[in-house]
């Protein structure tokens, strides 16, 4: 090749790559609600709370059942998100077990890790979110208790190639298992040996810093 087509072709790619920045730049944060059917799931805990300021870990996958590729609005230059939030927040928290289940106490939620995977890659990542919820009874019955939850919303994001390589999996690739991990902790020791089960309300994904 010629060294005028190189550089021809050199000055295409990085007009391009600008021209990717220009248009991604220009557009707005996209946000997709209730990604991966995570809508009125429950994040469970897998074994009782422990006294250490009452902790303990609660999880959800949709492993059972995997989902199709999120369709986007199409993208130009093959512009993708540098930016990832995941938000969501709670209907209600159950309390099952043994164990003291006051009228009111909070929840610190920390430590929380996002998975996703299909056939051809895999993604995670982790943030200490630090969300605290208060937590008022509304019912209770022989070994359980329901609680309303405050309007707190639980909010991790994700580096930039991490993002890219999140919106990859979950566009493309075929289907996909999202998996939701997070430490808790509650202010009231009167719980170790309960377990606890949070539904998830209002989850979205905002996508943004597109390039």
Not at 54 to 82: C, H, M, N, W
Not at 176 to 194: E, F, K, P, Q, R
Request: proline share 4%.
């Amino acid at each position: 090749m010629k060294k005028s087509a190189v550089l021809s072709v050199v000055v295409l790619g990085l007009s391009l790559a600008s021209c990717s920045r220009i248009v991604g730049a220009a557009i707005p944060p996209q946000t997709i609600s209730n990604p991966a059917g995570l809508e009125g799931k429950q994040l469970v805990a897998s074994s009782p709370l422990v006294i250490e300021s009452v902790r303990g870990t609660v999880s959800y996958s949709t492993a059972g059942a995997p989902f199709g590729d999120i369709q986007i609005q199409e993208l130009p230059f093959g512009i993708k998100p540098g930016g990832l939030e995941f938000r969501t927040g709670f209907s209600q928290i159950d309390v099952t077990g043994a164990c003291v289940k006051p009228q009111a106490f909070t929840v610190t939620v920390r430590d929380v890790k996002v998975d996703a995977s299909d056939p051809v890659a895999s993604a995670t990542f982790t943030e200490n979110a630090a969300a605290q919820f208060t937590l008022t009874r509304t019912s209770e019955s022989a070994g359980k208790a329901t609680y309303g939850v405050s309007d707190t919303k639980l909010s991790v994001s994700a580096d930039v190639a991490t993002a890219m390589k999140f919106f990859s999996i979950l566009t493309t690739g075929g289907q996909n298992t999202v998996s939701v991990t997070a430490t808790i902790s509650a202010s009231d020791n009167g719980l170790a040996g309960c377990t606890m089960g949070f539904t998830l309300k209002d989850v979205s994904v905002t996508l943004s810093k597109f390039q």
